[in-house]
């Protein structure tokens, strides 16, 4: 007998992580996608050294949940596969797609989209699909994506890009900055600052808190 594969559509419930309260105090939203292996509730934490009046943290929670060692004590998460990716990429932005709504951002805000890691991939898609309106989009230690192009991004006209990457990175070479670099510079131009900084394939605090501040 032959092997089919069938697919079947169905309603799904997952968490997400916030942090301090949105008022009318709120100066800084921001919209922030962890890297593979974390979970949004210790990737937050991350953005503990913002002002707590000012700013106002979201963080969805990748949904692939899996044990990362054998002892089966801790959990991680991860966005996406080489498997069944278009899929899964569509689900990962419907879902990313009710967190916005369900926090009804004031459009006064300053909205921050930072993807780490393998959340850069999500962040870009989803804004590159949906057209989001952002203030300031952070490629923080990520790439991005292959079938993203500058065209995907020309309806940002007064969004400030930075590129954050370790120096000592442990999963970039010398080749894959210039070419991630460069990829960058062609999709936003002026637009876009980039900002190496010391150290490894780390979440940056002091660029975190610095960007919180910033005008």
């Not at 943290?57 to 596969?81: C, E, M």
């Not at 899964?88 to 879902?95: G, S």
Request: charged share 25%; proline share 3%; with cysteine.
């Amino acid at each position: 007998m032959a092997t089919e594969e069938k697919k079947v559509s169905y309603t799904t419930t997952n968490s997400y992580s916030t942090r301090n309260n949105l008022t009318s105090a709120t100066k800084n939203v921001w919209f922030c996608c962890h890297g593979l292996g974390f979970l949004s509730r210790y990737f937050i934490q991350y953005f503990n050294g913002l002002d707590t009046d000012e700013n106002y943290i979201i963080a969805p929670q990748a949904p692939s949940k899996y044990y990362q060692k054998s002892d089966f004590k801790h959990v991680g998460a991860s966005w996406l596969t080489r498997e069944e990716t278009q899929q899964e990429t569509e689900n990962v932005l419907n879902y990313l797609d009710a967190v916005f709504a369900s926090e009804e951002i004031p459009e006064d805000r300053r909205l921050i989209l930072l993807g780490y890691s393998q959340g850069v991939s999500v962040a870009m898609r989803w804004l590159a699909s949906r057209k989001l309106n952002v203030d300031t989009l952070v490629i923080h230690s990520g790439g991005i994506p292959k079938e993203l192009s500058p065209q995907d991004f020309e309806f940002l006209t007064t969004t400030q890009v930075e590129l954050w990457y370790g120096t000592e990175d442990e999963y970039l070479t010398e080749k894959r900055i210039y070419e991630e670099t460069r990829r960058a510079k062609e999709m936003f131009g002026e637009a876009l600052k980039i900002v190496p900084f010391e150290g490894k394939h780390i979440v940056n605090r002091e660029l975190i808190n610095e960007l919180g501040i910033r005008n």
